[in-house]
């Protein structure tokens, strides 16, 4: 809603400055958005005087003017108006104004070789009228105002209110002028309302049809004829200009205008192009009616629509239409003041995606009472600029509206808001704001007024009454550090644990959305749906991500092609399984690209590989307290990664909940999507499939025992088949006596010259100590024979040295 | 002289002669070794007359303890010299750089979470989280915002069905509505999380987060919300004194509402919290609506309390002076880099929020 101080004060008294008016709007709830330098722009045009001209040496069309600003030297001005000539008195506009219409800032420029200081404006780029024929031509009177400001009037700012949903009154001058004197600011100005007095009929009939859903429930109208539709006087166009609407015609400015002023829209038929009379009905299904805007609407069942014998003339509350529409030569008019349900507006206006300023105000709900008052004042006004005679006021409703009461329990204030006033206060506020009030021992019997669809309860007063005393009345209470249930669940806590666990191995954290373009998505999507948004803001964001991997390739990619070539990055967030709540899952996800020790004085360069990340994987999940000789690894992973260079881990064998993947992407993703890197390590850790311990950390702290016999160091070397396991060897081993061995190790992997073909040699590490005696050499031998017989019976290999 | 303090004499002038550690060990072994000369004096003693025997076995002792002496000494120093010698050798450019490591970061919107989770544990409140697609119910009419209520224009809103059944959630809110339909009051929670809408430009993304309180108990009123947002605001901003300003708003799902500035200014390019005459909005609240606590099951005669939500990404912005929001989820490695906070800087309440 726009604003200005100078229309405020038609309704509003006070001594205030316009300073105090911006912060007193803000402490009421009608924030100020902005405060727009309108005047400030208008205070620079002048009135001038074209003293001469001469034609442009390099532009035929061209002038050059001498103009008297009234100043002692005449500027110069390059104009290409054909009306441009001696002794026109005009509008200047200097360099630094800025044209209302284009809202272009004027600069010294030069133009075709000749420097012009201003330009001489139109009427249409003053926002004046549609006039853009040649500059504004003012009458010889404007001569003894030669360098005054043209907008003189106008002192005030444009002030931009963003006002509430709940608040339609406030989208009225007047409604903002009663919230402010009711807040002290001023007196409220009692309107000396004019009625119509008339002896003719409205002989257009109305009728509004009794169907279910009629969104119109009242519908007042007048007839006004032989009116002379012409432009608005001065005044008129002045006072719509200063809010940034731009004059029509006398007719239309004037609607617009009661529009503005008590939020009351209207609506103005050419009478003698509506076919007998007015119906007020439900539309039928593909019914068409071309709308003020140019567009042809094809309405579905049950819009409200206004219509004759002929068809539909307006959609009711949100636009009219062409047939009837009134133009500069229309004769007679029928003026149209209606009440439509805020609801059908919405239906309406939603199904046909049209949005007027009239649906923007009935959708919130207009004060039912003012149909009269807007006719009088509008009518009135009509005939007043337009000539012609007006008849009396037709009202047809077929409901009336229904007056709300509160009772309101005084104490429920210093309830709510922890401070107290008077109930005399109350009665004060409340009065200044239109309720009636009736007090009733400790409750306040109050009637809402009509323009106050949002009131409807007691908390509503409450509002009201905190709203207009102050929040800054509202007393301080310091909070109580106290502390009686855990902050984070364990869910949580694992949360951060995993977050802060990934990040300390190097991976930088990202935050990306949680939709994705569905290309990418289709690379690790796997047997998942696809989950469409209806209204994505690009169809490159049009899923939601069925796995992180799609988005984190895509930003690691352009991070590549900024020129970086090691980074890890990593995110934990959801994944997407289904479009109902609760069908996602966390996932710590994370890629690793480039190389180890790039260019390192000291170390040799190599790419990345799968287990720099199975490390990250593994001693993260260790980190977090899951015990690493219990992991179960096999290569069953999802087809994004390289079949021969990926993981999955199990925290148990027994387990069927993937806690982790890793490996390589799989070199056909990475050409598809043309990523640059010497290699793309990926990983992803299932969050909700890690089963926590509910043990605190003093209860995860076993008993702390130690050995100090001697222990023995031994070294194996298999032979084994290649499809054989390192892990199926190591399980095998400690399979033998876990009391006794201890910390095996896979030293050496080894294929090629003196090993068959289909085989391979790996070489274990481990150490033999008892907690209860020295072993005894042959104590040792036996265990050594022990080993290499099960891990010969359990994976067929053969001992090598 | 006698034989002994010859044996001494010679033993010595020769210790103090250049000798190698082979030199040394000869020496040890020419005294010292089996029939060394010294060990051969320590077997005379007994044929020794005995009035001289005390003498002769104590001058003995001393001159061998003397001889030992020496030689260790001797042998200390030529060891080191050998080292000294080894180590001259062995001098490395030491500024040449060590070997490299990578430094992971944690998103500064993590970090001001974990922040803002902190300074509300103090004060008793609890973390919840709720799903990030959510049902039209708990979004809206839940919240006291009706299906054709304009207040929905608000949100822009991202649908998963042609029905606009299912969405993503547009605010943090829903979680309110999930807690109290799942425990019994009183409330006492913070909720943080991504929330959606449906626009894009330099100061809106498409996803951002939020928090969300609640406090609902038998007497909670305007005053303990501002308290507890004014406790906030000191502790995250970590500043002696605030200002803040609370103005009437309107949000369906409480009444009555505000929004809440804080006054700011600019000082060399940075932006200073709690000091000048500009003002900066960074959140919503107000007391929860009855209708919202009917809706809940929770019988708003017994209990009131408050709500709020704030842009945790603007809280960030403001707390780290970054400019650009969509810079947040750019995913830019030099931004994160830059604004990324270490892993070990977990914000806690002993230690605070910060370094």
């Not at chain 1, 043209?150 to 007047?174: A, M």
């Not at chain 1, 047997?527 to 899923?543: A, M, W, Y």
């Not at chain 1, 390192?600 to 287990?611: A, C, G, P, Q, T």
């Amino acid at each position: 809603m726009k604003i200005t101080f100078d229309w405020l004060q038609d309704h509003l008294k006070t001594n205030f400055k316009e300073k105090h008016l911006l912060e007193q709007l803000t402490n009421i709830g009608l924030e100020v958005e902005s405060v727009g330098s309108l005047s400030a722009d208008n205070e620079t045009f002048k009135i001038a005087k074209i003293i001469k001209t001469e034609k442009h040496p390099n532009a035929d069309r061209l002038k050059i003017c001498d103009v008297d600003v009234g100043e002692k030297e005449f500027k110069k001005v390059v104009c290409g108006a054909a009306n441009a000539r001696e002794g026109l008195i005009t509008i200047y506009a200097p360099p630094g104004s800025t044209i209302p219409k284009t809202k272009t800032k004027l600069v010294v420029a030069k133009i075709r070789g000749v420097t012009s200081y201003g330009m001489l404006c139109s009427e249409s780029e003053l926002n004046l009228s549609d006039e853009s024929d040649g500059i504004t031509e003012l009458s010889n009177k404007f001569k003894k105002s030669i360098g005054k400001n043209f907008f003189s009037k106008s002192k005030s700012n444009l002030i931009d209110l963003s006002i509430t949903p709940n608040r339609p009154d406030c989208l009225g001058f007047r409604g903002i002028a009663r919230d402010l004197a009711a807040s002290g600011f001023g007196k409220l100005l009692e309107l000396k309302e004019k009625k119509i007095k008339s002896s003719t009929k409205q002989t257009l009939k109305v009728k509004i049809n009794k169907e279910k859903n009629q969104g119109c429930t009242a519908f007042g109208s007048c007839l006004i004829t032989n009116v002379k539709n012409t432009e608005s006087p001065q005044w008129l166009k002045n006072k719509l200009i200063s809010v940034g609407q731009k004059p029509i015609s006398a007719i239309v400015d004037i609607t617009n205008y009661v529009m503005l002023d008590i939020n009351r829209p209207l609506h103005a038929y050419d009478a003698d192009r509506i076919e007998k009379g007015i119906i007020v009905r439900n539309s039928n299904s593909g019914e068409k009616f071309s709308a003020l805007d140019n567009k042809e609407y094809k309405l579905e069942k049950d819009m409200c629509v206004i219509s004759d014998q002929k068809g539909v003339l307006g959609l009711g509350g949100i636009i009219g239409g062409t047939r009837s529409a009134t133009e500069l030569d229309t004769k007679n008019i029928l003026l149209e003041s209606a009440y439509f349900k805020p609801r059908s507006i919405r239906n309406t206006s939603k199904k046909l995606n049209l949005d007027t300023d009239a649906k923007f105000r009935f959708e919130r709900g207009i004060d039912p009472s003012s149909i009269e008052v807007g006719l009088n004042k509008a009518g009135l006004l009509i005939q007043e600029i337009c000539g012609g005679e007006i008849s009396k006021i037709d009202i047809q409703k077929i409901e009336t509206h229904k007056v709300q009461i509160v009772k309101f329990d005084t104490n429920l204030f210093e309830k709510i808001s922890g401070f107290k006033i008077s109930a005399k206060e109350m009665i004060k506020i409340l009065g200044d704001l239109g309720f009636k009030c009736k007090k009733e021992k400790k409750y306040l019997r109050l009637t809402v007024p009509s323009w106050r669809p949002d009131i409807s309860q007691e908390i509503d007063i409450v509002e009201e009454l905190v709203r207009i005393s102050g929040f800054d009345k509202i007393k301080i209470i310091a909070p109580i550090k106290e502390r009686t249930k855990s902050t984070l669940t364990q869910t949580q806590k694992l949360f951060h644990f995993l977050q802060r666990a990934i990040a300390s191995k190097g991976y930088l954290e990202a935050i990306t959305w949680s939709f994705t373009n569905p290309n990418y998505n289709d690379y690790f999507k796997e047997t998942n749906k696809e989950i469409k948004i209806i209204n994505p803001i690009s169809s490159e964001l049009g899923v939601l991500r069925n796995s992180i991997f799609s988005n984190l390739i895509m930003y690691i990619s352009k991070n590549l092609d900024r020129g970086f070539k090691d980074l890890s990055i990593f995110e934990i967030g959801p994944v997407f399984f289904g479009s109902s709540p609760g069908e996602q899952t966390t996932v710590v996800c994370g890629l690793s690209a480039g190389k180890k020790s790039r260019l390192s004085w000291i170390d040799k360069e190599r790419n990345i590989d799968v287990f720099d990340v199975k490390r990250d994987v593994v001693q993260t999940l260790i980190e977090a307290g899951y015990n690493s000789d219990k992991f179960f690894i096999d290569d069953k992973t999802p087809n994004y990664y390289h079949p021969g260079k990926s993981g999955r881990i199990f925290l148990n064998k027994d387990n069927d909940q993937v806690a982790a993947y890793f490996g390589e992407i799989h070199p056909n993703i990475l050409k598809k999507i043309d990523i640059k890197t010497d290699t793309l390590i990926g990983f992803e850790i299932f969050f909700e499939n890690l089963k926590f311990s509910k043990k605190t950390l003093n209860d995860q702290k076993s008993k702390f025992t130690t050995s100090d016999f001697q222990k023995s160091e031994r070294d194996f070397a298999f032979l084994v088949n290649k499809d054989v396991k390192a892990q199926d060897l190591i399980n095998a081993i400690s399979s033998v006596d876990q009391k006794l061995v201890s910390n095996i190790k896979v030293f050496d992997v080894y294929e090629g010259e003196n090993i068959p073909d289909n085989q391979k040699s790996i070489a274990i590490n481990l150490t033999i100590q008892s907690s209860e005696k020295t072993l005894e050499d042959s104590d040792l031998e036996k265990i050594n024979k022990l080993i290499i017989e099960t891990v010969v019976n359990k994976t067929g290999a053969k001992i090598r040295s | 002289m006698s034989n002994l303090k010859k044996i001494r004499n010679e033993f010595i002038l020769k210790l103090k002669g250049k000798l190698d550690l082979t030199e040394i060990n000869q020496i040890k072994s020419d005294l010292f070794g089996k029939s060394g000369l010294i060990s051969s004096q320590f077997k005379k003693i007994g044929t020794i007359v005995e009035s001289e025997r005390k003498k002769f076995a104590s001058d003995l002792n001393l001159i061998k303890d003397e001889l030992q002496d020496l030689i260790n000494l001797k042998t200390d120093e030529v060891e080191n010299a050998e080292i000294n010698k080894k180590l001259d050798k062995e001098k490395i450019d030491i500024t040449l750089p060590e070997r490299p490591f990578v430094r992971g970061k944690i998103h500064p919107v993590s970090q001001t979470i974990d922040e803002i989770s902190s300074i509300f544990s103090e004060i008793g409140f609890s973390v919840e989280e709720g799903p990030d697609v959510e049902n039209e119910y708990n979004n809206f009419t839940a919240l006291n915002t009706p299906d054709n209520h304009p207040a929905r224009d608000m949100h822009d809103t991202f649908y998963l069905d042609e029905k606009k059944q299912k969405l993503l959630r547009t605010h943090t809110s829903p979680v309110q509505i999930r807690t109290m339909l799942k425990d019994k009051p009183p409330f006492k929670i913070i909720a943080p999380g991504r929330t959606y809408r449906s626009d894009s430009d330099q100061t809106h993304a498409p996803m951002f987060h939020q928090v969300e309180g609640l406090h609902i108990d038998k007497n909670i009123n305007m005053g303990h919300l501002k308290g507890c947002l004014n406790y906030l605001i000191k502790e995250f901003f970590e500043v002696d004194k605030i200002k803040m300003r609370f103005r009437p708003s309107h949000f369906p799902f409480t009444e009555p509402s505000a929004e809440v500035d804080i006054g700011y200014e600019i000082k060399d390019g940075k932006i200073i919290i709690g000091e000048g005459n500009q003002w900066l909005e960074i959140l919503g609240c107000g007391m929860v609506h009855p209708n919202v606590l009917k809706n809940v099951k929770v019988d708003p005669i017994k209990f009131q309390g408050y709500a709020f939500g704030i842009g945790i990404d603007r809280l960030a912005m403001l707390k780290y002076g970054i400019n650009d929001l969509r810079a947040f989820f750019d995913c830019d490695y030099r931004w994160l880099n830059h604004f990324g906070f270490d892993p070990l800087d977990v914000p806690t309440n002993y230690r605070g929020l910060s370094r």
